[in-house]
């Protein structure tokens, strides 16, 4: 190919294609280049987000949300139905239209902006050429050229050892989302974010799971009051989730015999199909030459600076195949800001406000620091709690599990994080982060008016508790 390049883009998934986007509005002529081939073979432009992440577990998060809202709680608004059923087939192809529908969305988007879209394999060879190799056969067919590079090659499961993924039995998420029963008894190995919301899925459609964690604590990663009472919700839900056991081996014959060991004990238990969703790993196979100039870090994902550039020159990479959290959103503002850099020599990225949703019933969210870190951190803390079953909204809603917590700073009021389990948590997170974005108060919050009845009154409740003053809460 002749023609350079001010940009090619290796990998279209949330990273690589929004940054190719923001590239071509720049004005640079921008390639991207990305092998993923949907069921049928056909090229599928959105990385694992679109593929077999984000979109189609939400699909059957709300698929099997309603499904069970009809057998559990229509009842209490006195909605009567009979002789409900869930058709699976028919769920998984809505699921699968939607997939579809957004995948050409984004390949309708590269051309609606002039990026030049490439389906092969790419390999980065240093100088600013992009080698197109044939996934299948590993020839390269051709070449691009191009001032910059930016690598979005994402991420991949992580399988274990003793534990090869083995057809429909034992399922990588992709392959926990492609289920065409419901399984009777489903195994899950690791109550992380996938474990839980795919957990979920099955277990509201009648799966009895069970999800063995290998760390004592549940969900670490968020404060401690939510994870205490989203194990409470969890187990009410009957989620299994044992804590504290780890999974060394799987064997399967009429069903999956799964070996786990806790507190020292040899354990095990049989079930139908067994989730491994033990983490990813940066997907870099054969995406580098060895002369290229890019270096990897000691845990195998792409080396970057703060600003996303590599150790070779004019090379930036993004997304879930260099450090920081494997999210969407977060590697969509990393390709935002590195297509800035390189058109404008700006871009900007605030990593301190990334929000976390964890799409569980109740959903989980937090952008900022827990309590437990910000008092790590040397803040003297003041926090405030509103539960949702005090607003009007969420008990008109019969949604009432749950609570916000903000945690400020108690020299400055400063906000330092935002924590909610509750109905719509992903949404309601949004305000906070913004909140934090623009360094607002506690008290900046309080004093912001929220539409009443809502379930944002809880955020604003919980940003007066700071201060000892919600209005809607005895103490
Ligand atoms: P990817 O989406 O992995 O895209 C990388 C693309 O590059 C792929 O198309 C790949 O085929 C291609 N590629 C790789 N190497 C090459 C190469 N050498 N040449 C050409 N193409 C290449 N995140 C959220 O924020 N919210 C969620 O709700 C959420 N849910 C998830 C649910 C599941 C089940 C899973 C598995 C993940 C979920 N994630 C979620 C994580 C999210 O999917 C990832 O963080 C996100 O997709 C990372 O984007 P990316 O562009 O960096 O990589
Ligand atoms: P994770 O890191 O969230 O959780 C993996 C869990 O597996 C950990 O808790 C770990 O202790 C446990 N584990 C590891 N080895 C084990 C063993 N041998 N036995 C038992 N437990 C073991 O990883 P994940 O759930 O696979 O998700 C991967 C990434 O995908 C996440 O980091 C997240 O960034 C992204 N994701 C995000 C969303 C969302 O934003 N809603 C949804 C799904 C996935």
């Known amino acids: 190919m002749s023609e350079k390049y001010d940009v090619a883009v290796i990998g279209a ?105 490439f389906h092969a394999h790419g390999r980065y060879a240093g100088a600013g050429t992009v080698e197109l190799v044939n996934w299948e056969s590993g020839e390269k067919a051709d070449e691009i050229k191009a001032t910059n590079v930016i690598l979005a ?13 083995q057809g429909d039995l034992i399922v990588d998420s992709a392959g926990a989302l492609e289920f065409e029963e ?24 009648g799966s009895e799971v069970t999800v063995l964690e290998a760390l004592p604590d549940f969900l670490p990663g968020a404060d401690t009051d939510i994870a205490k009472d989203a194990a409470r919700l969890f187990k009410r839900q009957k989620l299994g989730i044992q804590l504290g056991a780890r999974v060394d081996s799987a064997e399967v014959g009429d069903d999956i015999k799964v070996c786990y060991t806790v507190g020292g004990e040899q354990k095990e238990m049989s079930v139908d199909r ?83 949703a964890i799409y569980t019933a109740p959903e989980i969210a937090w952008v900022g620091a827990t309590e437990q870190e910000a008092i790590e951190a040397g803040h003297a803390c003041n926090s405030g709690k509103f539960p949702f079953a005090a607003t009007g909204r969420a008990k008109a809603m019969e949604d009432t599990a749950g609570f916000v917590k903000v945690v400020a700073d108690a020299r400055t009021d400063e906000i330092l994080g935002v924590h909610i389990i509750g109905p719509h948590a992903s949404e309601l997170i949004a305000e906070a982060v913004v909140a934090m974005e623009y360094r607002a108060s506690s008290e900046d919050l309080a004093r912001t008016i929220h539409a009443h009845p809502t379930l944002s009154e809880a955020v604003h409740e919980a940003a007066l508790a700071v201060g000892g003053r919600a209005i809607h809460s005895a103490k």
């Open 13 to 117: 998934g949330p990273a690589g294609y929004v940054a190719a986007i923001r590239c071509a509005q720049l004005g640079l002529k921008t390639a991207c280049v990305d092998r993923w081939c949907d069921a049928n073979g056909k090229p599928a432009l959105g990385g694992t987000c679109l593929n077999v992440g984000c979109i189609p577990s939400k699909a059957l998060l709300d698929s099997s949300e309603k499904y069970h809202q009809i057998l559990t709680s229509y009842g209490k608004h006195g909605i009567v139905v009979d002789q409900v059923s869930m058709d699976v087939s028919k769920m998984m192809k809505r699921k699968t239209q939607i997939v579809r529908s957004l995948t050409q969305g984004i390949a309708t988007l590269l051309k609606a902006n002039g990026v030049d879209s």
């Open 153 to 165: 090659s994402g991420s991949v499961p992580i399988e274990l050892p003793n534990i090869p993924f």
């Open 182 to 205: 419901v399984p009777e008894r489903l195994g899950v190995v690791g109550a992380g974010v996938i474990g839980l919301e795919l957990g979920s899925v099955w277990n509201r459609l």
């Open 274 to 356: 067994l989730i491994v969703c033990i983490g990813r790993k940066p997907c870099t196979d054969n995406l580098l030459t060895e002369d290229s100039g890019v270096k990897l870090d000691e845990r195998g994902f792409i080396h970057v600076n703060e600003d996303c550039r590599t150790d070779a020159a004019n090379v930036y990479a993004i997304g879930d195949c260099v450090r920081g959290p494997m999210l969407a959103h977060k590697g969509s503002e990393e390709g935002v800001a590195v297509a800035e850099r390189i058109a404008t020599g700006h871009g900007h990225i605030n990593y301190n406000t990334i929000p976390w």
